[in-house]
């Protein structure tokens, strides 16, 4: 079964760090681009960072760029986003998908999403 499995979200006070983990199961990572997107309440799902499936490509939002990094570790079928220096505006649920060929921004070119974990950030 095709599954990405999210994990790492919490509640963190503005500017402390966390650490997402996008993890895959029934499938070769190898093959896909992965990509790190969010949605807060009322709000639509944005892109946050992606990266490619060799990882020597990354993008990232114009919002956190200099302040997240994706990596991946295709060995353990795992992506990450370390996100440091976190504001209130990064709060959300953060999904991870699955994409044949190279970055891009639109959510609508991903597939076999994950569940989604929760990120607050609040003091």
């Known amino acids: 079964q095709t599954q990405l499995v999210e994990s790492g979200g919490g509640l963190v006070q503005p500017g402390g760090s966390l650490r997402l983990s996008c993890a895959a199961s029934?499938?070769?990572?190898?093959?896909?681009?992965i990509g790190w997107f969010r949605q807060a309440p009322g709000k639509e799902r944005e892109g946050v960072s992606c990266?490619?499936?060799?990882?020597?490509?990354?993008n990232y939002a114009s919002s956190v760029k200099g302040r997240f990094t994706i990596s991946r570790d295709n060995a353990k079928k795992t992506v990450y986003l370390q996100m440091n220096s976190l504001k209130p505006e990064d709060t959300g649920v953060y999904y991870c998908?699955?994409?044949?060929?190279?970055?891009?921004?639109?959510?609508?070119?991903?597939?076999?999403w994950g569940q989604g974990t929760q990120v607050t950030v609040s003091s």
């Open positions: 998908a699955r994409r044949f060929g190279p970055c891009v921004g639109s959510w609508s070119e991903y597939g076999s």
């Open positions: 029934g499938f070769t990572l190898d093959y896909f681009t």
């Open positions: 990266i490619d499936r060799s990882g020597s490509n990354t």
